[in-house]
């Protein structure tokens, strides 16, 4: 990744300067001396999701953090890993691999997403198991705050924390309360095998039949690793394009556990799933992991992540469809969609109450010009916030505005 990319995901903010230390000595003075500059600091990993959260209110320094780079210790007994934050998820798997596990984190773009920026954008992949969001698998960290003080917070065993937990903080901070440098992480053994199926939907089905349906097949496969509703018209390689949505499920572990319950989908759903090859199951979850930050930037379009209580979930995603594409994950609460600019107060009008919707990204200039959170965070979370960033970044120069206020 350029210097440029990083540049190029600040939406419409415009950065002075640019460093990139070389190590954990480096970043503390390159912040140490931003601080006393009272220079507002972005950090960047590999750009993926640098256009999450609100616009920076400024941007005098962006910090690129990907030459600290590199596994530290892998404890191959203990199924933990050691890692600087700027190592890409898919150089640290490659080298799992020999050994037999991987970490279960499935973030868009892996080639290029580094450790420390999916734990700073603290999203799900696809699969929907226990213990596989990044707050679960993430174990002990440590990081730079904006002074240029370091901290470090838990470890490599699971219970090994008294008082303040940060690394639960720093999960999904958007890099507003520091740099993180290293990570501890939990990592799993890798499937013997896995089985993916995938069934159409009735394209007749109303929003209220719809979200039944899906809900019905997701119990249906209770074991499955992930399950998707994939939807048409994404463009994306595995994900199908005739004008109706499909159920997707996968089934990981050793052979006889990746076996789907067919006969279950079946009922549930009203039509025999479809097995899909090893190619054709690969395409498909590439372009479920990877549709966050490809299919709306592809169509020029705003790209919207949506959560509730899973029933008026699905209905909002069947609804948003009529928009653009949307992805529905049956078993989280979570909803992705991509639809054009000057639809998008319709598509509000689409999602019934106690349905928050965000605006991940957005093409250049429109967040700046528009709220990003719908409904606005509760006033307590926001004070919350506030309090912890305070506490952290007293000088509020890290990212300041990226999140609510």
């Not at 960047?44 to 910090?63: I, K, N, S, Y």
Request: aromatic residues 4%; contains cysteine; hydrophobic residues 45%.
């Amino acid at each position: 990744m350029s210097r440029d990319d990083c540049l190029l995901a600040v939406d419409g903010v415009r950065v002075g300067r640019v460093s990139d230390p070389a190590d954990e000595d480096e970043l503390a003075a390159v912040l140490a001396e931003a601080s006393r500059a009272n220079e507002a600091v972005i950090f960047c990993g590999g750009g993926t999701r640098l256009g999450l959260g609100q616009p920076p209110e400024r941007a005098d320094l962006l910090v690129r953090l990907v030459r600290l780079s590199g596994v530290i210790e892998h404890h191959v007994r203990d199924l933990t890993v050691e890692a600087w934050a700027g190592t890409t998820v898919a150089e640290l798997d490659r080298g799992l691999a020999r050994h037999g596990q991987f970490l279960p984190l499935d973030p868009p773009l892996p080639n290029r997403a580094t450790l420390g920026g999916v734990i700073a954008a603290g999203e799900p992949g696809f699969r929907s198991v226990p213990g596989a969001r990044p707050r679960d698998l993430l174990l002990g960290m440590r990081a730079v705050l904006g002074d240029g003080s370091r901290i470090r917070s838990g470890g490599r065993v699971v219970k090994n924390v008294t008082g303040y937990e940060l690394t639960k903080l720093f999960t999904g901070s958007l890099g507003t309360l520091g740099a993180i440098t290293r990570v501890t992480l939990r990592l799993r053994a890798r499937p013997e095998a896995s089985e993916t199926v995938m069934a159409a939907l009735p394209a007749a089905d109303s929003a209220e039949q719809f979200a039944d349906r899906v809900l019905a097949a997701a119990a249906a496969a209770p074991y499955a690793a992930a399950t998707a509703v994939v939807p048409p018209g994404s463009g994306l390689p595995g994900l199908p394009d005739d004008g109706g949505f499909r159920f997707a499920a996968r089934f990981e572990g050793l052979v006889e556990e990746a076996a789907a319950p067919l006969a279950a989908i079946t009922e549930a759903v009203g039509e025999a799933p479809q097995v899909l090859g090893d190619a054709g199951e690969a395409a498909l979850w590439e372009g479920v992991r990877d549709f966050a930050p490809k299919v709306p930037e592809a169509a020029g379009a705003l790209g919207l992540v949506v959560r509730g209580p899973k029933k008026p979930l699905l209905r909002a995603a069947w609804r948003l469809a009529e928009f653009g594409p949307s992805l529905a994950f049956p078993n989280q609460p979570r909803v992705l969609a991509s639809l054009p600019a000057d639809r998008f107060q319709a598509a509000l009008a689409a999602v019934e109450a106690g349905v928050s919707l965000a605006v991940e990204t957005a093409p250049p200039g429109w967040k700046s010009a528009n709220p990003v959170f719908h409904p606005p965070p509760p006033p307590a979370i926001r004070a919350l916030s506030r309090r912890i960033e305070a506490a952290l970044d007293p000088a509020d120069i890290l990212a300041p505005g990226r999140l609510p206020r």
